[in-house]
């Protein structure tokens, strides 16, 4: 079964910098985008950027770009989001999922990891 | 404030039939295939629909969706209890993803 699993809650400081750690299996890492989305509280899913795991290219959503890094560890199936210079409103729960191999403009997104709530607070 | 319009919530009895719209442009659904995700509270997200219509393995029929030019709306039938959640579309950009800004269904 296509799993995504993601590391533990984190508790941060404004200012500081977190990273978020997603381990996929049972399926060939390199072959699929990963995304990264989060959610604060009471509000919507946010895509904030893509990651092609076997070369390492990526896209960031414009909101993030300069303050997020996705990068990858195919060795060990891993993805990793950084996310720096935290704010209060960064506080969110980050999933990593990933996404199909169709061409782009047919994508979809599936399976998600658990999610990992980040908590940004002085 | 997302490109993609959904309305922020609605409600049904039971058994009944509910429909979620979700409203784009040329630039956004008008190109691109549209899918859909159920988001109940405290777990993570669930591709529902993907390619406009196709509901992947395990998703019951009461689930169905259609697009017509910049528009998408997601159909659920049959309601039950489970169903309450957040219902979110999603397509892709010129410069990558966007959710719409979530639906809350609301099982009366």
């Known amino acids: 079964q296509v799993r995504l699993v993601q590391s533990g809650a984190e508790v941060k400081k404004p200012g500081a910098s977190v990273t978020v750690s997603c381990k996929g299996s049972e399926y060939t890492f390199t072959s699929y985008d990963i995304n990264w989305v989060r959610q604060a509280t009471g509000q919507r899913l946010e895509w904030m950027g893509w990651m092609n795991p076997n070369s390492g290219d990526t896209v960031y959503a414009q909101k993030f770009q300069g303050r997020v890094t996705m990068t990858r560890d195919t060795s060990i199936s891993m993805a990793y989001m950084e996310l720096r210079s935290l704010k209060s409103e960064d506080t969110a729960v980050y999933y990593c999922?990933?996404?199909?191999?169709?061409?782009?403009?047919?994508?979809?997104?599936?399976?998600w990891g658990q999610g990992t709530l980040v908590t940004v607070s002085s | 404030q997302s490109v993609l319009t959904q309305p922020p919530s609605v409600s049904a009895a039971p058994g009944q039939k509910v429909t979620i719209s979700c409203s784009g442009s040329s630039s956004n659904i008008g190109n691109n295939y549209v899918s859909w995700y159920q988001h109940l509270p405290g777990t993570a997200p669930k591709l529902l629909i993907y390619e406009n219509n196709k509901r992947p393995s395990g998703i019951p029929d009461r689930f169905s969706a259609s697009k017509s030019g910049t528009s998408a709306t997601l159909d659920i039938t049959g309601l039950q209890t489970g169903d309450e959640a957040d219902y979110y579309c999603g397509t892709c950009l010129s410069a990558g993803w966007v959710f719409g800004g979530g639906t809350k269904l609301t099982v009366l």
């Open positions: 999922v990933r996404a199909s191999r169709s061409e782009i403009r047919r994508r979809w997104f599936d399976p």
